[in-house]
């Protein structure tokens, strides 16, 4: 065999064995790891790999390297003030410098937060009125017309103001529109949809059914329904609820919350849940004018914001927090109301958890073993959503949505992600050390 021959040999050989390697379950094992790790002080997590590696960390403050006989034990030194948590990224690395996976990791300081599980009532506010459907409108030949639809005005969008006036609610849109057209005016109206907003100039139209100037749209300016609070923070009395974002019903359309409240509800019966079917809390609002906190955002995972009053009726006292990388296969409990005001735990079990890179609703896989609420509801029901989840003694998530082909199972989603929307975690901060060092098999990484 020649020179080039043995080159090209040897070449091949390497191409196979690279590939091989990064078909091999050690390889597959680097790039299962979590791209994003979030860690509370107290918590340990592990990162298991088959074969040694060069490991590289930056911000050496918030996590050190212990030595031990077969792993490294990476922990937030005691002596160091909270100032020092932040972010470490740990870097992974073949024969020292072929970069393999990288690891970010956030040190988060310890949370305690009540756990929620009290039926509430939400009424929620839209900044504007929302289109929720055409109206065509009669004329006094008999024609049918419709004005706003024709100029463009679809359903799901949300009507800022009118004539250069705010508008609020459904009486002052059509009490507008009206004079306007008494005084033979056109109405120049801001909507937006999406993201952008428009303007068109409408001119209203007499109807001969009610007498009224109007643009042929109907419009709702706000929505009410029944939900589950699923934690309160008592140091800055922000909550959270629902775990999902609210959406107007009729045109699926998210609600951009400009004002609303939330108050208690009692339930007053159970419509169980059926394959296709999901069932549904019959909530009952105990007094609207009694609120018990306000609504600063709704997002998609859930609402937020300030408890004004006191919180009645709780399960248990602050209990920790522990992130995503916690969460373990198994059982688990459910705090929620199926009679009245009265909380109650029940035996659930997780049976995936989708660790993820970026904010989504569907973390948790759950599923409904207590048999006594698997008699009352059939499994997770409407009205459901927000209950929190817990495991050894933690507040791990929030129930979100049923399958509605096994009531008996649903989809839960990370506390963490509530707790970033709530705004109790503060923005991360990054800083940067370097400190290297090789392992052999498992890493712990711990924040003491």
């Not at 088959?50 to 937030?76: A, N, V, W």
């Not at 060092?437 to 711990?446: D, E, G, L, M, V």
């Amino acid at each position: 065999m020649n020179g080039k021959n043995r080159r090209s040999f040897i070449g091949i050989v390497i191409a196979v064995a690279i590939v091989a390697f990064s078909l091999s379950p050690q390889f597959r094992g680097v790039y299962q790891l979590p791209p994003h790790l979030r860690i509370i002080e107290g918590e340990t997590a592990v990162l298991t790999v088959g074969f040694p590696l060069t490991m590289t960390i930056d911000h050496e403050q918030t996590l050190k390297m212990e030595s031990r006989s077969d792993y490294y034990t990476l922990s937030r030194p005691v002596a160091l003030e909270p100032l020092n948590l932040g972010k470490a990224v740990i870097e992974f690395k073949l024969l020292g410098f072929i970069p393999l996976r990288t690891v970010e990791v956030d040190v988060l300081p310890t949370l305690r937060l009540v756990p929620g599980g009290q039926s509430i009532g939400v009424v929620l506010h839209s900044q504007g009125v929302i289109v929720v459907g055409h109206s065509p409108v009669k004329t006094d030949n008999g024609q049918f017309i419709n004005p706003a639809k024709d100029a463009g005005i679809a359903v799901g969008d949300i009507i800022i103001s009118i004539n250069g006036i705010p508008v609020q609610s459904d009486s002052q849109v059509a009490e507008i529109i009206h004079m306007s057209g008494k005084e033979g005016r056109p109405v120049d109206i801001i909507f937006k949809r999406g993201d952008s907003q428009n303007k068109v100039s409408i001119t209203p139209v007499m109807c001969a059914e009610t007498k009224r100037y109007r643009i042929g749209l109907f419009v709702r300016d706000s929505a009410a329904g029944v939900g589950t609070l699923t934690f309160y923070d008592p140091r800055s009395h922000t909550y959270g609820a629902l775990g999902h974002i609210i959406t107007d019903s009729d045109t699926n359309q998210p609600i951009d919350c400009n004002q609303g409240k939330i108050v208690l509800a009692t339930v007053s019966g159970i419509q169980q849940g059926k394959r296709g079917q999901p069932g549904e809390k019959i909530g009952v609002f105990i007094d609207e004018d009694k609120i018990l906190g306000n609504i600063h955002k709704n997002s998609q995972f859930g609402i937020f914001g300030e408890i004004t009053s006191d919180l009645p009726d709780r399960y248990s006292k602050p209990l920790p927090v522990a992130s995503m990388s916690q969460v373990q296969l198994g059982p688990a409990q459910m705090l929620t109301v199926v009679t009245g005001q009265t909380i109650e735990c029940f035996d659930i079990e997780i049976q995936k958890i989708n660790l993820q890179e970026s904010p989504e609703g569907k973390g948790l896989v759950i599923k409904v073993t207590d048999p006594r609420l698997l008699e009352l509801t059939g499994g997770i029901v409407q009205g459901m959503s927000g209950s929190p989840i817990l495991q050894n003694g933690k507040i791990v998530g929030a129930v979100t949505h049923v399958f509605v082909h096994d009531p008996a199972k649903g989809y839960g989603c990370f506390i963490d992600w509530m707790l970033i929307e709530s705004g109790i975690i503060a923005p991360k901060q990054t800083q940067t050390l370097r400190n290297l060092f090789t392992y052999t098999s498992k890493i712990y990484a711990k924040a003491a």
